[in-house]
Nanobody, 120 residues
Framework: QVQLVESGGGLVQPGGSLRLSCAAS????????MGWYRQVPGKQRELVAR???????????SYADSVKGRFTISRDNTKNRVYLQMTSLKPEDTAVYYC??????????WGQGTQVTVSS
């Protein structure tokens, strides 16, 4: 069963940057496609960035249109970690951010997430 611990969120002004980190355990991390999701109250959780695992021949990253060009996902398979570098942050990026496999397991849970608030 996968365990996920997100960190790095906080309060930042519009135009600022943050780097989120996620530590994963309980899976052969390098083989899994990993993603960052976000959720605001009253809305469904959405996938904003994904990076394929080495088991996927299309080893590439992809992004939601709303964050393309501003967010960068990366991973360190030696540390079982996935990162999200966020730049040029906007108030609409305010959300709780989660990492998980892509797609997420229907039986495994989610981590606690990390709150990102973009406000002046």
């Amino acid at each position: 069963q996968v365990q996920l611990v997100e960190s790095g969120g906080g309060l930042v002004q519009p135009g600022g940057s943050l780097r989120l980190s996620c530590a994963a355990s309980g899976i052969i991390f390098s083989m899994y496609d990993m993603g960052w999701y976000r959720q605001v109250p009253g809305k469904q959780r959405e996938l904003v960035a994904r990076l394929n695992g080495i088991g996927n021949t299309n080893y590439a990253d992809s992004y939601a249109d709303s964050v393309k060009g501003r967010f960068t996902i990366s991973r360190d398979n030696t540390k079982n970690r996935v990162y999200l570098q966020m730049t040029s942050l906007k108030p609409e990026d305010t959300a709780v951010y989660y990492c998980n496999t892509v797609p997420p397991s229907p039986t495994d849970g989610w981590g606690q997430g990390t709150q990102v608030t973009v406000s002046s």
